[in-house]
């Protein structure tokens, strides 16, 4: 949905002029519509069609009264040729607690609450239901969706070949599939996104974001985050058989066979508990899905995946408060890292296809896996803890030298969280001569952050992420997150600010004022490109679908060129009335489409789920 619903058109225009704002200038007021805490600065966006410059404005709270007043500020820029200007609103000078809204004679913003940072802990909360939501396997939480037990037929998943495709940027397999004999007990873990695939790569991801979220949350830790974080890493422990030394990478397959023989994940719209019985012609491996695997038993596993999945098994070693379990949780992780393929690595291994997931950094995985080793060990008293603290310090030095500079963090790229640990891990230990200094990670979380600075300062909404490609809202939330960490390891608060507006900008402060998590403010994604929630929740606008969702947002407009496409015969249509409502905001090269159909904009992911959750984890702990 493009245009803002009717039901919170609560920014919408409204006719009456002013003395710096003309009759025929149209105009829009974008915020955080989760809100600021006390002490952050505090900045809105009003984005015109004409000159503006000194516009005044109110703000009142939520009983109408007036509680400050300003002008617009500097005019930071051009968005697109319809709206040519965007003005900073600062709102700084609110320091009560409070539900306020911004007016000017001609628009009124969306509501916003100024409250202790705890209050992030709201949306994080969120994001732990999504990932209920998302289970499989036998142990689902119903929730709202209605959720049922899916795809116990996992239980017993063959185990076959890797498939060939049939072009390098397709999931359609050439041939048929391969057996090699032997059952895996694949049952559990979380949908990767809307669909209903499961990834090692990225569920070690976003497990050890959320028992990085589990340790550093401090005491208002929502008491469903450890259980949750279990879940995953119960999964993770499926996948790696430490008696043959096998690590398994996938279940499912996104498409069939190029003859049509038969069908695969992303070729039938469908509730997941519908699979294991499902006789249709060609759905074999609906039914029963098949399990591919990183490497034949004992031999070195791509090192990508070696170190996020130790570091998942680490990080649930340190918050084990059993020690005879930590030890367990660490042993795991250290046989995991160990099968590491560090020399001649070629193509990282991630999904079948690479595409999907098309990571090309590793270095930064093994300097995690090593920190997060390091620290559990120290915990422990575990005399490997020097071995993997040199690990991790080789790794982080390798990462520097060949990988360094490009990104930011998220999926693809960890270091951010690998240098603040490893930072905390050289710290405990007291030790130097090692490959890098605490000075050196230190660096390079600054010019991370400087990267998105740079973005920054020359966007008229203050976003450090790319809106024309793939994950700008993860983006965005990694800087967030980044901006927490450097602060907490350097003492150093001048990112502060910069990292608050990247949390504003996910919640509203953006071109569309719409905030990309569902459920969390006025105006979020209504309709995700989410098979569950599409199927069994509201389609009417009215209620949010899949709540705590963390969606794509903008994306390159290229990749709507083409349109939309058809609905699945079985897909419920989200608009009803199929308008693109945010049309006109189209700008920068980016668009963002509110429509089930519309997965490059509005598909939800897990691993944008947990870098969210990371962020507004550190952030809650804010004072």
Known sequence: MRRILAAVALSALVTAGSPALAESTAGFIRVDQVGFAPSEAKRAYLMTTGPAAATPFTVVDHRGREVLRGRAGADLGRWNAKYGHVYAVDVSGLRAPGRYRIRTAASTSAEFRVAPAAQFAGPAAK????????????????????????????????????????????????????????????????????????????????DTLLWAARRDAGPAVDPRLRAEAAHGLKWLDKMWDERSRTLYIQVGIGAGDAEGTFAGDHDVWRLPEADDGDTGQGRQFIRNRPVFRAAPPGEPISPNLAGRTAAAFALASQVEPDRYRAQRLLDKAASIYALARTENVGRLTTSLPWA?????????????????????????EDPRAGEWLRQAAHWAGQYLEHEAGGDTLNLYDVSALGHADLVRALRAAGTGGLAVEESHLLGDLKAQLEIGAGRAAKDPFGAGAVYDGFDAVPHAFGLAATSRLYRAVSGDRAYDAFGTRQRNWTFGANAWGVSFMVGAGENFERCPHHQIANLKGRVDGRRPLAVGAVVNGPNSEDLFSGGLGEHFEEMRRCPGDGVDRYEEFTGRGSRYVDDVRSWQASEPADDFAAIALYALTLMSKDR
């Open 127 to 206: 994001v732990v239901t999504f990932f209920g939501a998302q289970r499989d396997g036998a142990d689902v939480i119903p929730g709202e969706l209605g959720r049922k037990p899916s795809h116990l037929n996992d239980r017993r998943a063959a185990v076959y070949e890797w498939p060939v495709f049939t072009g390098p940027d397709t999931d359609q397999i050439k041939g048929g599939l391969t057996a090699l004999g032997g059952t895996v007990d694949a049952e559990g873990g979380w949908f990767d996104a809307g669909d209903y695939l499961k990834f090692t790569h990225i569920l070690a991801y976003v």
């Open 356 to 380: 999907f997931y098309p990571e090309s950094v590793w270095r930064d995985d093994m300097e995690l896996g090593g920190a997060e080793m390091a620290l559990a060990a120290q915990r422990l």
